[in-house]
């Protein structure tokens, strides 16, 4: 009898389950999935927080830039060192290989195109097939002679090896302008909003009524014109160690810094501030497409961070302190340099590197971020203004700008924030404000990428939030 009647009550509940939602407000539940934002590899969590930004001590190039503002950050994964010569190495390789295979996909469609999906549905136009080897050797004529036009012509070549030509590696992605998109217009103000709806402004329905609600201020018809497109040269360069020194002699760097697998683990230099923004973009569609692989939703976009953001993570939860390991001094209590930096006039190797080092070398802040003062400077996502601070929202605060090739230099400067192995200490403060402009590039220059934090639909990480 209590088997009949457990089993009446296991039936009843499983009708219960499957029942509708019996006119109740519950959401979207079939066709949504379960999200937990995974961590990404070499990236450590830095919570949400609130600081006051811009607190320095001393100012000795009197430019007046530290003025303390409060502000509020986001969590947000970081990377635990800059992007190193080897794992930026991954992206010049696949630009080269997908270069590569798109010229063996017209010479050999057969071969290095997909042209017909799993399902036979025509695919147009056809798909790289990356799982065909390229043959590098040469081996083969008729893969040589497809792939001649990567080479450098024959004059250019030394020790009679075929080399990349690395000005032709280009990376072309697109993007869209959200802040062109989210301008709105109101041209007469003599008409009231209610006049014409953006719909009919949208559809040409009035074109020749300048009151209609636009949100482009060149009256496009289509969202369309918020998609832009940029091909960026990936390879660093490899010159910037001479071009930054002159009067010094850096040949060995140049020629080596880059490929030798000695410097794998160094801190790539030598990349523009476009190329470190095109790398970011790069390692999204890395990741999302794993992701899709394993028919899961996309994880939020890599990024350059914010100013904001260098400066929350830099700080490691030590709010008073000049510094990332939150002392007043940049040696500990044996006198050992924290940073690789220039301590003393001329004596660059008193903190043990001559130039930059293996990421890594020194102790960590408070959040687990190695190398946020000294080794290499980093780019951020933040152009650069003396007055940015006054004029910018105090959550998630960031002054954004992305110049174009003829646009003055003063609005292709970009904040560059840490200070590097042939900077002072005042420039390793976590408040210490510098630039450099978008599209050069320096031996002292790196960067690193963060993830904004989306959260998880199962209860929220209690690491989240911390208020200082």
């Known amino acids: ?86 794992e930026y190495r991954q992206f010049v390789y696949w630009v080269r290989d997908s270069i590569a295979r798109k010229l063996l996909a017209d010479a050999f469609p057969d071969r290095f195109a997909i042209t017909e999906s799993k399902s036979g549905e025509v695919l147009d136009p056809p798909i790289l097939n990356w799982k065909e080897k390229i043959d590098w050797r040469g081996k083969d004529q008729d893969v040589r002679e497809a792939l001649e036009p990567m080479y450098l012509p024959e004059h250019e070549r030394y020790f009679r090896k075929k080399e990349i030509d690395a000005r032709k590696l280009y990376y072309t992605y697109f993007w869209i302008d959200m802040q062109a998109a989210a301008r709105k217009e109101f041209a007469d103000e003599k008409l009231t909003p209610n006049d014409y709806s953006i719909g009919e402004a949208d559809n040409g329905i009035s074109p020749d009524r300048k009151g209609a609600w636009s949100n482009r201020k060149q009256g496009y018809t289509d969202r369309s014109v918020y998609m832009r497109s940029e091909a960026v040269n990936v390879f660093p360069d490899t010159l910037c160690w001479i071009h930054d020194y002159s009067y010094s002699f850096n040949d060995p760097m140049t020629e080596k810094y880059f490929w030798h697998p000695a410097y794998d683990n160094y801190p790539v230099v030598g990349v523009t501030w476009q190329q470190a923004r095109a790398f970011c973009v790069w390692r999204t569609e890395l990741m999302n497409k794993f992701m899709r692989s394993r028919k899961d939703v996309d994880v939020s976009e890599f990024r350059l961070p914010t100013e904001t953001e260098w400066e929350w993570a830099a700080r490691g939860g030590n709010m008073l302190n000049p510094y990332p390991w939150g002392g007043p001094n940049v040696s500990n209590a044996k006198g050992c340099y924290l940073a690789n930096f220039k301590p003393r006039r001329g004596d660059y190797i008193a903190d043990g590197g001559l130039r930059t080092l293996v990421v890594g070398c020194y102790p960590a802040n408070g959040w687990g971020l190695y190398d946020m003062a000294g080794n290499v400077s980093e780019w951020t996502n933040s152009a650069f203004d003396a007055t940015s601070y006054n004029f910018t929202w105090d959550l998630n605060t960031d002054y954004y700008f992305n110049a174009k090739e003829d646009d003055p230099p003063v609005m292709k400067r970009k904040v560059v924030r840490g200070g590097s192995w042939k900077d002072i200490s005042y420039y390793l403060q976590v408040t210490t404000r510098d630039y450099e402009y978008q599209d050069s590039s320096k031996c002292y220059i790196g960067f690193r990428c963060i993830q904004p934090y989306l959260g998880r639909n199962k209860g929220d990480n209690p690491r989240l939030s911390r208020v200082y």
């Open 1 to 86: 009898m209590k088997k009949i009647l457990f089993a009446i009550l296991t039936l009843l509940l499983l009708a219960a389950c499957g029942n509708s939602n019996q006119g109740e407000l519950v959401g979207v539940r079939k066709s949504r999935k379960v999200f937990n934002q995974p961590d990404p590899y070499g990236m450590v969590f830095v919570p949400q927080g609130s600081y006051t930004m811009g607190v320095g001590g001393e100012d000795i190039t009197s430019s007046y830039l530290h003025e303390p503002k409060t502000v509020s950050v986001s969590a947000f994964f970081m990377d635990e060192t800059e992007i190193t010569n080897n």
